[in-house]
């Protein structure tokens, strides 16, 4: 889908000046938290590694001290800053399972539609192509620290020979340049790795800190009591979950496998030439022979060992922050010899914050501050006052609001997101935002629970579903969050006030049950089903798959005669789960069901009633969902169309609430077709007689179907099917 065009400019961007239409530069990091930034006040690692050309930009603009992410994971907080929106509604919930719809609303085409040249260089990792950019080269997945690879927009990848971040800061200079050939302002998003896990420094600052001892935070031996025990379960400490390989930087076998973790060696060791190898054993090797030797000779204590893991930890991760720091100040060197700086907005942040070693952690993934709070430091000559701070509560679902109001485009209401525009000419409106929202929805690595939970400018409010349970905290009395009072008597009232904002905030931003994944799998069929379907797909291309719940599920059964006729040689697959709802099926197709089905050819999809049946849920809540699923069915099979079929109509008489549940859904879904990829079939007239009832030949039990209805199902929608070229 092209969507470069430029008529916009001829109307109203023409009417504004050069310096009103300025070039928009994203610096963007991986994993960097603000601790580890020496602009942000209070950190005890400013002294020892400061980040002078990242402290420039807030210097010259202004930094933001309440800036958060909407889900503490690199993929997810990168599809909130495209779509403008939280991860129940963009789809990208969590890294393991989901793949990016970049044909949804993202802010890339948009800016093109209003005459920016985009271009994104560096670490991408959401699975899709990028879509609305004029010029991409990509990491592949996470990419890598020595001689990275790139993915080319022709689909070739290049191999670059140096550190990543240095590759990146090249990149995006040459990028600069033969953008600003062009007539129209650019937007680009240079993305570094850094300072994602394995913390691989640039060679020259493998040496970085040696000799100097790195500060330790007050909660690097946190006992995790006072919260939630899902605290004391999480994989992610320094003590525990190091690798002697890929974290540690040992070669060959682990030889303390009581204290490190064995398995995934140094793959960044491998990638380098013997001359880059050379400069990396001459500064690893004495360090590492010298912590063996210690170890052998029985002198450190189990305490001084996850001290030692913590001064290794932090000496890369902060050396490999080094070379970025580097490369941004040459990028911001380059704005001015080439006279940019004065029209470009620059904005250096990260996709979220990390522990560096407070609560004996490492990674990210908790609502608590130091993951959830993301760096955000921006620079707009003339407009914004030099050296100034923000304290409003600002999120990355903001981004992309901001750079469209820049570009003077129209912000499209279904992004959640506000301009940050007002806040960076001190005009805050009196109704900006006193929560912000989290979500993260649990992911099988690191074993963290799923929680999600607001902020105000004071307390932290946690929920844990497993559990049905809150965590609550007073940040200005327990900044470290060491201690949730949600069951003290002096914080009830707060507790009570607090529930009821999450309550509100969830209903605003439309979380609800249909849209958020859940799975069955305590259910034994359930889950002995979804291990077969994912099987089958996993083997088997499909050119026609049902989607649904029991109603389709009943093609094994009552349908299965006709199935065979119609079906049988298609090589059709029945994703139909009994009881299934909407957020059943979108947890099921992110999961492995349509694993291999990238080339299928049609999709019939029935679902919702369910949804209906359970709780009369609100009917505008279950076509949300449906839309949702459409969107993933797009990044999955994108080649398939869908016949999205009407929910049937259920219980005997019109005037039914269930029935008129179901009407409702179907009026908002009708609207989802758009004549290409998603067509919509209205089955009421079908099965209902000339009064609006139900036969009960039809369906015995006014919801299921007999085997005659399963014929006139297979009827109705064969046209269609035909048309999609089966
Ligand atoms: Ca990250």
């Known amino acids: 889908m092209l969507r470069k065009t430029v008529f916009l400019s001829s109307l109203f961007l023409a009417s504004l000046g050069a310096a009103d239409r300025p070039n928009i530069l994203f610096l963007f990091s991986d994993d960097h938290a603000t601790q580890a930034i020496s602009a942000y006040p209070g950190g005890i690692l400013d002294d020892v590694a400061p980040t002078p050309n990242i402290d420039r930009i807030a210097k010259e603009g202004m930094l933001f001290e309440n800036s958060y992410c909407a889900n503490a994971i690199c993929g997810p907080s990168r599809a909130n800053i495209l779509t403008g929106k939280h991860s129940h509604l963009n789809g990208y919930l969590d890294n393991q399972s989901s793949l990016f719809d970049g044909l949804q609303t993202t802010f890339p085409p948009l800016l093109q539609e209003a005459g920016y040249q985009t271009a994104l ?38 191999r670059h020979h140096g550190h990543c971040n240095d590759v990146v800061t090249n990149l995006a200079i040459e990028q600069i340049d033969a953008m600003v050939k062009g007539d129209e302002p650019f937007m680009m998003m240079a993305q570094f790795k850094a300072p994602h896990r394995n913390w691989s420094p640039a060679l020259r600052h493998v040496d970085l800190f040696e000799g100097q001892e790195i500060p330790e935070p007050d909660t690097l031996f946190d006992d995790y009591s006072n919260r939630h025990p899902s605290l004391k379960e999480q994989a992610m400490s320094v ?149 100034s701070t923000d304290k409003h509560l600002i999120q990355n679902i903001d981004y992309a609001p901001t750079f469209l109001d820049v570009a003077g485009a129209e912000i499209p209401a279904e992004m959640q997101g506000r301009s940050l525009v007002p806040l960076l000419k001190k005009e805050a409106p009196g109704d900006w935002r006193n929560t912000v929202y989290y979500q993260y929805t649990g992911e099988r690595v690191h074993e963290v629970a799923a929680h999600d939970g607001i902020r ?26 060491m201690n949730s009072v949600h069951e003290s008597s002096d914080y009830a009232e707060v507790f009570e006030e607090m529930k009821k904002k999450l309550a509100e905030t969830r209903e605003k931003l439309d979380v609800h049950s249909a849209i958020l994944p859940a799975h069955r799998l305590k259910q034994a069929w359930w889950k002995k089903r979804h291990e077969a379907k994912t099987k089958l797909a996993a083997e088997t291309k499909h050119d026609l798959i049902f989607i649904g719940d029991s109603i389709t599920q009943g093609w094994e059964g009552k349908g299965k005669a006709t199935w065979e006729e119609y079906y049988g040689d298609r090589k059709a697959l029945n994703l139909g789960f009994s009881g299934d709802r909407t957020q059943h099926v979108i947890w099921r197709l992110n999961n492995g069901e349509l694993r291999n089905q990238r080339d299928a050819k049609a999709i019939v999809m029935m679902i919702g009633t369910n949804n209906t049946g359970h709780t009369e849920q609100d009917p505008e809540e279950t076509a949300q969902a449906i839309e949702r699923i459409l969107s993933i069915l797009r990044a999955r099979c994108p080649e398939a169309k869908v016949l999205l079929l009407g929910v049937f109509p259920r219980a005997p008489k019109p005037e039914d609430t269930k029935r008129k549940i179901n009407q409702e859904i179907n009026k908002r879904i009708a609207k989802f077709a758009d004549g290409e990829r998603v067509h919509y079939l209205d089955m009421d007239d079908v099965f209902l007689d000339e009064d609006g009832n139900l036969p009960k030949e039809i369906m015995p039990d006014y919801l299921h179907l007999v085997p005659q209805g399963y014929e006139m199902w297979a009827e109705a929608i064969e046209p269609k099917l035909k048309e999609f070229g089966l």
């Not at 260089?121 to 899709?128: E, N, T």
């Not at 307390?459 to 200005?476: E, G, H, I, S, V």
């Open 456 to 481: 105000t400018d004071r307390y932290k409010l946690m929920y844990f579903p497993d559990d049905d349970t809150y965590n609550l905290f007073d940040l200005k009395t327990d900044p470290q969050e």
């Open 239 to 387: 003590e525990n979950h190091m690798y002697w390989g890929h974290d540690m930087k040992f070669n060959g076998e682990n030889l303390f496998p009581e204290h490190f973790a064995s398995g995934l060696p140094n793959a960044e060791y491998r990638r380098m030439d013997d001359e880059q190898k050379a400069v990396w054993d001459a500064s690893y090797e004495p360090r590492n022979k010298a912590f063996i030797k210690a170890m052998e000779a029985g002198e450190l204590s189990d305490k001084e060992i996850t001290q030692w893991k913590y001064q290794r930890y932090m000496k890369d991760y902060l050396g490999v922050i080094r070379s970025m720091d580097e490369g941004i100040g040459k990028i911001l060197a380059h704005l001015e010899e080439t006279g940019l700086a004065d029209n470009t907005i620059v904005i250096y942040s990260s996709d979220q914050g990390f522990y560096l070693g407070e609560h004996g952690w490492y990674d990210k993934r908790w609502m608590f501050e130091e993951s959830f709070k993301m760096p955000f430091v921006i620079r707009w000559p003339g407009v914004i006052e030099p050296g």
């Open 121 to 158: 260089i560096g670490k991408w990792h959401l699975g899709s192509t990028p879509v609305g950019f004029d010029h991409y080269e990509i990491l592949p997945g996470q990419g890598s620290y020595y001689n990275p690879d790139f993915i080319q927009m022709d689909g070739s990848k290049k």
